[in-house]
């Protein structure tokens, strides 16, 4: 259950495979620029991490940021990724990223009910007890954390937060919004 483990770089080697194109880019083409971000976005792969497709040199990166590779992403585009996954992928009338998708990402996966796809879940409450019960959350490195919660129609970011701190943090939060 981490960005950057086996079962992550192996999935970003596929939609390579797939894609046939470095996924940096497709990601900043496909859903940054769109959503109007973009500008100061990074993603790196390590400098071994050379691969050939149909005759191409590609690099794979890798899902999180480790070891000299991975995703640099501003609070600012963290928080405009989290809002199109609250609009299920809509943005300005466009389906920016297909329904569907954004549904299982927040759907329980049968080996953890409490992991969607990409994301951690809080249908029972364990991972923040004051977070409602539709929230969903993306943990990064470095403590970033992106809340999606749908019954108070809000995004949250969090940069550099001690792990020791999030429940307190989500607390006043949630205080905040009154649920």
């Known amino acids: 259950w981490e960005y950057n483990d086996v079962r992550i770089n192996q999935f970003s080697l596929a939609l390579l495979h797939l894609l046939k194109e470095p996924l940096p880019e497709v990601f900043l083409e496909s859903v940054l620029k769109p959503i109007g971000g973009g500008r ?60 569907e998708w954004v549904e299982r990402m927040h759907t329980p996966c049968a080996a953890a009910p409490f992991y969607g796809w990409l994301t951690w879940l809080n249908r029972d409450g364990r991972l923040f007890a004051d977070a409602s019960r539709s929230s969903w959350f993306m943990f990064g490195a470095g403590g970033h954390m992106v809340w999606i919660d749908p019954d108070n129609e809000a995004v949250v970011v969090a940069r550099w937060l001690d792990g020791a701190h999030s429940a307190g943090f989500v607390r006043r939060v949630a205080q905040a919004f009154g649920s």
């Open 40 to 99: 100061d976005f990074q993603w790196e792969a390590y400098d071994d991490a050379w691969v050939e497709i149909d005759g191409q040199r590609l690099q794979s990166v890798p899902g999180g940021t480790h070891w000299g590779g991975g995703v640099k992403i501003s609070a600012r585009d963290q928080a405009r990724i989290g809002q199109l996954l609250l609009n299920g992928g809509l943005h300005h009338g466009r389906q920016v990223v297909p329904r």
